[in-house]
Nanobody, 114 residues
């Protein structure tokens, strides 16, 4: 059973950058979709970025041009490079993949200060 572990979250000033990593405990080569979601308390979980097995990539409008999703199948890891961070990006970011079933990571906190 594949498990996901996120890392790379933290506190950063507005305009700064962070790179989130999502390491899988097993091969994710056959995953249909890999994605990053984020959630703020009291609000619905939001899809930030996704990448399919055929390398189709989608971004939320709010992060286009600032965030980049990528993956390294050899390392079973998905990344989210976040640049030009804004206070509105503050949230818990969770890794997700679908491989016959939905699998979620535990989440990592990203806090962007003014």
């Amino acid at each position: 059973q594949v498990q996901l572990v996120e890392s790379g979250g933290g506190l950063v000033q507005a305009g700064g950058s962070l790179r989130l990593s999502c390491a899988a405990s097993g091969s994710i080569f056959s995953a249909d979709v890999q994605a990053w979601y984020r959630q703020v308390p009291g609000k619905q979980r939001e899809l930030v970025a996704s990448i399919t097995r055929s390398n189709t990539i989608n971004y939320a409008d709010s992060v286009k041009g600032r965030f980049t999703i990528s993956r390294d199948n050899a390392k079973n890891t998905v990344y989210l490079q976040m640049n030009s961070l804004e206070p509105e990006d503050t949230a818990v970011y969770s890794c997700y993949l679908f491989m016959g079933r939905s699998i979620w990571g535990q989440g990592t906190q990203v806090t962007v200060s003014l």
